[in-house]
C-alpha cells in the first residue's frame, strides 16, 4: 500500500477498523472521573402548565444529587435570538425548563442528576408534576382548517414560482387527473440516540462530546445560551452513530447536560431513551394536492401542485415541498402553493433529503397515475416530458444526466419486458408489479477551511472541524489528500469532528464532500507548492527549472510531468530542507463568478428508480424483491462509501413506502408506538436486491472537483418507485404512505 489513491478509486473506509472493533468512541461512551448522570423526566401532557414539581422522593434517593427544573434552574437568558443556531427557523427555539408551560407531549420538565445512571432512572420515576391542563390538537386534518404561509421563512426555504395559466390549461386539457397524496411523520431513529457527555475540566471551561452534525454550531449555541466564551467550549463528535438531519440543530439533550455541569460544577451525561426519540425531531406530516393535465399524447399541459405540512405552535418549520415537480418536468402551465399547519408538538426537522423525499415522492406517484391516464409507459411518460432547463426558474442545469439514468436504469432492470396492464405479471400465488420513478435533490457548495500538514516522517495530515456522520467523509477526504500529495492512504490522517478545528459548517444537505474536498484539495496544493519551494532551494535539484504546475505528486515522489527520470522523494526534499514540518490551510468558498454562475446555473442531483415488488394475491403482504437506482450525481469520490450511501437512503426509502408511520393517540398527543417493536423501519429480512449504478456526469462547473453529493439522493423518490409498483402489481392505487395491506384488500 505504498501507492498514492486517486479520487475515483474504492479503497475501504479508513475508520473502518476502530469502528468494528469498537475503538471509535461516541458521544456516550467518554469515560471522565466523578461523572453524573442526568435523566429526563417528560411531560405527560400535550398542553398546559406545571402547577408544582414533586421531586421530594427523588431527592431522598441514594445517588441522587440534584433534580433541575424550571422551578431551581439558573439563570437562562431572555430573548430567542440567544437560543438560535446556524440552522435554526423562524420563531421561538425551544428552551427547556425555562418557565412552567408545556407545549408538548414528552417535553422534558425535569432532569434527574445522580452518580449513577441507575439512580438517575430510579429518580426520574419518582418525579411528578401537577398540571393545569389546556386543550391541544395534534391532529393534521383539524390543524389544515387554518394552514398559512408564513411570514418569515427560514433562509435556506426557496418560494415555489409558477408559470402560465395552470387552472385555465387544467380546465382545457382533454386528460387530467387531481388527488390529494398523504405522507405519515417519521421520526429520526439513528442508531445512537441523542447524546451528550459534558466534561467539567474546572476553571469554568468545558469539554462537551455531543451527538451533533455541527461541533461549531453548538459551541456556538452553548456560548449564547450559557455565557461561556469560544475558548472555555470545546465540542467533539468525531463519530456519530448516523444522524440524517436530527443532529444540525443543538437537540436539548446537549442543553441538559451543559445546564447541569454548570449548575453542579460536574460532569454531566445525559443521554435520550428511545422512548424519548419519538417526541423528538421528526419529518412533518404532509399533504400534496396534485392536479396534472395531459393532451391525447400525454404530453403535459398543466402542474398544480399545492401541498400542506405540519409544524409546531413555537416555530415556522419550512423546506422546500412544492418545487420539484415544476423544476423537474417541461409544461408550460404550472403553480404550486406550499402552506404549514400547526399542531402541538415538538418542531419538526430535517430528515434526509426534507421536502425533496416527501414533494419529489408525492409527486412522482401522481404523475404515474396521469401516465396511466394517458395510455403512456410510465418511463416514456417521464421521457417525453423531459425538461433539459430547470424549468421552474427557466435555468439551465451545470449538468443533468437523467436521460442516461433512465437508459441504463431500465437496461439493467429489464423495464422493456413490463407488460402494461396491472396484475398481468405473476409469480406463482404473487402478483408481480415494476415501477419506477424520477428522483432530484440539491448539489450544494459551502464555504469551507480545511488545513494539511507534512511532516518529516513523510505523514500528512488534515483537518477540519466538519464531521463525518457515517457517509465516509474521513476516507473521502483522505483520497483527495492522496491525490492531490501523492502520498499513500497509510500515511495520511485525517482529524475531523472538533470545534477546534478549521472553520466548517453543519454536515448536511449533502453538502460536505464537494465543500470540504475542495478545501482540503487547497490546502494540500498550498503544502505541495512548499514541497516545491524547498525542492526549489536544494543545491542538486533533480527537477531543474521545472515550474510549479510542471511538477506531479505520486507515491511519495515529486516529479517533472515531462521527464518523470527527474524526481525527488518527498522525505528527501523534508531532509535536505531540514524541514520538521510543511503546513498550510485554505477556504473554498464560492467565488464572485461562482455566485453569478449560481443565480444563472441549477445545481441538481438526479436519479431514476425502478422498483420490483412481488404482492401477495391472497394477502396483500408486500415484497421489494428488487430494486435498481441509477445515479447522476457529477464525479464519484468513492465508488464503494458512495454505493452505501444510495443502498441506505433506498433502504429508508422503502421503508418509507412500507413500515415507517408514528401514529398518535390524538387524545393525549402522544405518539403511541415509541419503540422499535411498533415503529416499523426496514430491517436485513426485508430487503433484497438493490443494485446501483452511478451514471457518468462530468460537470466541472457544478463544484470544484466536480463533484456533487450523494447523502441524501438515495432517498428521493424510492417509496414513489415502490408504491408504483404496487398499483402496478395489484391495479389498486394506494395514495398514503406507508401503504398498509388495508389499502391493498
Ligand atoms: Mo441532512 S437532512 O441536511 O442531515
Same mark, same amino acid.
Given at each position: 500500500?505504498?501507492?498514492s489513491i486517486h479520487i475515483g478509486d474504492a479503497p475501504n473506509?479508513?475508520?473502518?477498523?476502530?469502528?468494528?472493533?469498537?475503538?471509535?468512541?461516541?458521544?456516550?461512551?467518554?469515560?471522565?472521573?466523578?461523572?453524573?448522570?442526568?435523566?429526563?423526566?417528560?411531560?405527560?401532557?400535550?398542553?398546559?402548565?406545571?402547577?408544582?414539581?414533586?421531586?421530594?422522593?427523588?431527592?431522598?434517593?441514594?445517588?441522587?444529587?440534584?433534580?433541575?427544573?424550571?422551578a431551581n434552574r439558573p439563570h437562562l437568558p431572555w430573548l430567542?435570538?440567544?437560543?438560535?443556531?446556524?440552522?435554526?427557523?423562524?420563531?421561538?427555539?425551544?428552551?427547556?425548563?425555562?418557565?412552567?408551560?408545556?407545549?408538548?407531549?414528552?417535553?422534558?420538565?425535569?432532569?434527574?442528576?445522580?452518580?449513577?445512571?441507575?439512580?438517575?432512572?430510579?429518580?426520574?420515576?419518582?418525579?411528578?408534576?401537577?398540571?393545569?391542563?389546556?386543550?391541544?390538537?395534534?391532529?393534521?386534518?383539524?390543524?389544515?382548517?387554518?394552514?398559512?404561509?408564513?411570514?418569515?421563512?427560514?433562509?435556506?426555504?426557496?418560494?415555489?414560482?409558477?408559470?402560465?395559466?395552470?387552472?385555465?390549461?387544467?380546465?382545457?386539457?382533454?386528460?387530467?387527473?387531481?388527488?390529494?397524496?398523504?405522507?405519515?411523520?417519521?421520526?429520526?431513529?439513528?442508531?445512537?440516540?441523542?447524546?451528550?457527555?459534558?466534561?467539567?475540566?474546572?476553571?469554568?471551561?468545558?469539554?462537551?462530546?455531543?451527538?451533533?452534525?455541527?461541533?461549531?454550531?453548538?459551541?456556538?449555541?452553548?456560548?449564547?445560551?450559557?455565557?461561556?466564551?469560544?475558548?472555555?467550549?470545546?465540542?467533539?463528535?468525531?463519530?456519530?452513530?448516523?444522524?440524517?438531519?436530527?443532529?444540525?440543530?443543538?437537540?436539548?439533550?446537549?442543553?441538559?447536560?451543559?445546564?447541569?455541569?454548570?449548575?453542579?460544577?460536574?460532569?454531566?451525561?445525559?443521554?435520550l431513551t428511545r422512548q424519548q426519540m419519538f417526541s423528538h425531531?421528526?419529518?412533518?406530516?404532509?399533504?400534496?394536492?396534485?392536479?396534472?393535465?395531459?393532451?391525447?399524447?400525454?404530453?403535459?399541459?398543466?402542474?398544480?401542485?399545492?401541498?400542506?405540512?405540519?409544524?409546531?405552535?413555537?416555530?415556522?418549520?419550512?423546506?422546500?415541498?412544492?418545487?420539484?415537480?415544476?423544476?423537474?418536468?417541461?409544461?408550460?402551465?404550472?403553480?404550486?402553493?406550499? %402552506?404549514? &399547519?400547526?399542531?402541538?408538538?415538538?418542531?419538526?426537522? @430535517?430528515?434526509?433529503?426534507? *421536502?425533496? =423525499? /416527501? #414533494? !419529489?415522492?408525492?409527486?412522482?406517484?401522481?404523475?404515474?397515475?396521469?401516465?396511466?391516464?394517458?395510455?403512456?409507459?410510465?418511463?416514456?411518460?417521464?421521457?417525453?416530458?423531459?425538461?433539459?432547463?430547470?424549468?421552474?426558474?427557466?435555468?439551465?442545469?451545470?449538468?443533468?444526466?437523467?436521460?442516461?439514468?433512465?437508459?441504463?436504469?431500465?437496461?439493467?432492470?429489464?423495464?422493456?419486458?413490463? %407488460?402494461? &396492464?396491472?396484475?398481468?405479471?405473476?409469480?406463482?400465488? @404473487?402478483?408481480?408489479?415494476? *415501477?419506477? =420513478? /424520477? #428522483? !432530484?435533490?440539491?448539489?450544494?457548495?459551502?464555504?469551507?477551511?480545511?488545513?494539511?500538514?507534512?511532516?518529516?516522517?513523510?505523514?500528512?495530515?488534515?483537518?477540519?472541524?466538519?464531521?463525518?456522520?457515517?457517509?465516509?467523509?474521513?476516507?473521502?477526504?483522505?483520497?483527495?489528500?492522496?491525490?492531490?500529495?501523492?502520498?499513500?492512504?497509510?500515511?495520511?490522517?485525517?482529524?475531523?469532528?472538533? %470545534?477546534?478545528?478549521?472553520?466548517?459548517?453543519?454536515?448536511?444537505?449533502?453538502?460536505?464532500?464537494?465543500?470540504?474536498?475542495?478545501?482540503?484539495?487547497?490546502?494540500?496544493?498550498?503544502?505541495?507548492?512548499?514541497?516545491?519551494?524547498?525542492?526549489?532551494?536544494?543545491?542538486?535539484?533533480?527537477?531543474?527549472?521545472?515550474?510549479?504546475?510542471?511538477?506531479?505528486?505520486?507515491?511519495?515522489?515529486?516529479?517533472?510531468?515531462?521527464?518523470?527520470?527527474?524526481?525527488?522523494?518527498?522525505?528527501?526534499?523534508?531532509?535536505?530542507?531540514?524541514?520538521?514540518?510543511?503546513?498550510?490551510?485554505?477556504?473554498?468558498?464560492?467565488?464572485?463568478?461562482?455566485?453569478?454562475?449560481?443565480?444563472?446555473?441549477?445545481?441538481?442531483?438526479?436519479?431514476?428508480?425502478?422498483?420490483?415488488?412481488?404482492?401477495?394475491?391472497?394477502?396483500?403482504?408486500?415484497?421489494?424483491?428488487?430494486?435498481?437506482?441509477?445515479?447522476?450525481?457529477?464525479?464519484?469520490?468513492?465508488?464503494?462509501?458512495?454505493?452505501?450511501?444510495?443502498?441506505?437512503?433506498?433502504?429508508?426509502?422503502?421503508?418509507?413506502?412500507?413500515?415507517?408511520?408514528?401514529?398518535?393517540?390524538?387524545?393525549?398527543?402522544?405518539?403511541?408506538?415509541?419503540?422499535?417493536?411498533?415503529?416499523?423501519?426496514?430491517?436485513?429480512?426485508?430487503?433484497?436486491?438493490?443494485?446501483?449504478?452511478?451514471?457518468?456526469?462530468?460537470?466541472?462547473?457544478?463544484?470544484?472537483?466536480?463533484?456533487?453529493?450523494?447523502?441524501?439522493?438515495?432517498?428521493?423518490?424510492?417509496?414513489?418507485?415502490?408504491?408504483?409498483?404496487?398499483?402496478?402489481?395489484?391495479?389498486?392505487?394506494?395514495?398514503?404512505?406507508?401503504?398498509?395491506?388495508?389499502?391493498?384488500?
Open positions: 500500500m505504498n501507492e473506509r479508513v475508520d473502518g477498523l476502530v469502528k468494528v472493533t469498537g475503538q471509535a468512541r461516541y458521544a456516550a461512551e467518554y469515560a471522565t472521573a466523578n461523572l453524573l448522570y442526568g435523566w429526563v423526566v417528560s411531560s405527560e401532557i400535550a398542553k398546559g402548565r406545571i402547577v408544582e414539581m414533586h421531586d421530594l422522593g427523588a431527592r431522598r434517593l441514594p445517588g441522587v444529587v440534584e433534580v433541575i427544573s424550571h430567542d435570538h440567544s437560543y438560535t443556531d446556524e440552522v435554526s427557523v423562524p420563531g421561538s427555539p425551544f428552551r427547556a425548563f425555562y418557565d412552567d408551560k408545556i407545549a408538548f407531549s414528552g417535553q422534558p420538565i425535569a432532569l434527574v442528576v445522580a452518580t449513577s445512571l441507575e439512580a438517575a432512572r430510579d429518580g426520574a420515576a419518582l418525579v411528578h408534576a401537577s398540571y393545569e391542563i389546556e386543550p391541544h390538537n395534534t391532529d393534521m386534518q383539524e390543524a389544515l382548517a387554518e394552514k398559512y404561509e408564513p411570514k418569515r421563512k427560514r433562509s435556506t426555504y426557496k418560494a415555489p414560482k409558477s408559470r402560465g395559466d395552470a387552472r385555465k390549461a387544467f380546465d382545457e386539457a382533454p386528460l387530467k387527473l387531481h388527488a390529494d397524496y398523504h405522507l405519515s411523520t417519521h421520526f429520526h431513529n439513528p442508531m445512537e440516540m441523542h447524546a451528550t457527555t459534558v466534561v467539567w475540566e474546572g476553571n469554568g471551561k468545558i469539554t462537551v462530546h455531543d451527538k451533533t452534525q455541527g461541533s461549531q454550531n453548538v459551541q456556538g449555541y452553548l456560548c449564547s445560551v450559557f455565557g461561556f466564551s469560544k475558548s472555555d467550549v470545546r465540542v467533539l463528535n468525531p463519530y456519530v452513530g448516523g444522524a440524517f438531519g436530527s443532529g444540525l440543530r443543538p437537540q436539548y439533550q446537549v442543553y441538559l447536560a451543559t445546564l447541569a455541569a454548570k449548575m453542579l460544577e460536574r460532569s454531566v451525561r445525559v443521554v425531531v421528526h419529518r412533518p406530516e404532509a399533504v400534496q394536492s396534485v392536479s396534472l393535465a395531459t393532451d391525447e399524447a400525454g404530453q403535459l399541459r398543466s402542474i398544480i401542485n399545492e401541498a400542506t405540512t405540519v409544524t409546531s405552535r413555537f416555530e415556522d418549520y419550512m423546506e422546500v415541498v412544492c418545487n420539484w415537480g415544476l423544476m423537474n418536468y417541461a409544461c408550460a402551465n404550472a403553480s404550486a402553493k406550499y %402552506s404549514l &399547519a400547526k399542531v402541538d408538538t415538538y418542531t419538526p426537522g @430535517d430528515m434526509r433529503a426534507p *421536502g425533496a =423525499a /416527501t #414533494g !419529489m415522492t408525492l409527486f412522482e406517484m401522481a404523475i404515474d397515475e396521469m401516465a396511466e391516464k394517458a395510455g403512456v409507459d410510465p418511463l416514456e411518460f417521464r421521457r417525453l416530458n423531459y425538461s433539459n432547463v430547470d424549468a421552474m426558474d427557466d435555468k439551465p442545469f451545470t449538468s443533468k444526466a437523467l436521460r442516461e439514468a433512465f437508459d441504463q436504469g431500465a437496461e439493467r432492470f429489464g423495464w422493456e419486458r413490463r %407488460s402494461a &396492464a396491472p396484475r398481468s405479471m405473476r409469480d406463482g400465488s @404473487d402478483l408481480v408489479g415494476w *415501477g419506477m =420513478a /424520477t #428522483g !432530484m435533490w440539491d448539489a450544494l457548495f459551502m464555504k469551507t477551511t480545511a488545513s494539511a500538514r507534512f511532516t518529516a516522517e513523510g505523514q500528512l495530515e488534515i483537518a477540519s472541524a466538519g464531521s463525518d456522520i457515517g457517509t465516509g467523509t474521513y476516507t473521502v477526504m483522505a483520497q483527495v489528500a492522496s491525490q492531490t500529495v501523492g502520498v499513500p492512504l497509510s500515511r495520511i490522517t485525517a482529524w475531523l469532528g472538533d %470545534s477546534a478545528l478549521p472553520t466548517a459548517p453543519v454536515e448536511g444537505g449533502s453538502w460536505m464532500a464537494a465543500s470540504m474536498g475542495a478545501a482540503v484539495q487547497l490546502a494540500c496544493q498550498k503544502v505541495c507548492k512548499l514541497l516545491y519551494q524547498s525542492a526549489g532551494k536544494l543545491e542538486a535539484n533533480p527537477l531543474g527549472k521545472a515550474k510549479f504546475e510542471e511538477v506531479g505528486f505520486r507515491n511519495g515522489d515529486m516529479f517533472v510531468k515531462a521527464d518523470p527520470a527527474k524526481h525527488i522523494s518527498l522525505n528527501d526534499v523534508m531532509a535536505a530542507a531540514q524541514k520538521d514540518v510543511l503546513e498550510s490551510e485554505a477556504t473554498a468558498k464560492p467565488g464572485v463568478g461562482d455566485l453569478v454562475s449560481m443565480m444563472k446555473m441549477a445545481r441538481n442531483t438526479h436519479s431514476a428508480i425502478f422498483a420490483e415488488v412481488k404482492v401477495d394475491a391472497e394477502l396483500g403482504v408486500v415484497r421489494v424483491s428488487r430494486i435498481v437506482c441509477a445515479v447522476a450525481a457529477g464525479r464519484i469520490i468513492n465508488p464503494k462509501t458512495a454505493r452505501s450511501q444510495i443502498l441506505g437512503g433506498v433502504v429508508m426509502g422503502i421503508g418509507m413506502a412500507l413500515h415507517e408511520e408514528a401514529l398518535t393517540d390524538h387524545r393525549l398527543g402522544r405518539v403511541m408506538n415509541h419503540s422499535f417493536a411498533e415503529y416499523h423501519i426496514p430491517v436485513n429480512a426485508d430487503i433484497d436486491s438493490i443494485e446501483v449504478i452511478f451514471v457518468d456526469e462530468r460537470d466541472p462547473e457544478v463544484t470544484p472537483l466536480g463533484v456533487k453529493g450523494l447523502g441524501e439522493i438515495g432517498i428521493v423518490s424510492t417509496a414513489a418507485a415502490v408504491a408504483n409498483a404496487i398499483h402496478h402489481a395489484t391495479g389498486k392505487r394506494a395514495r398514503s404512505l406507508p401503504v398498509t395491506i388495508d389499502q391493498l384488500l
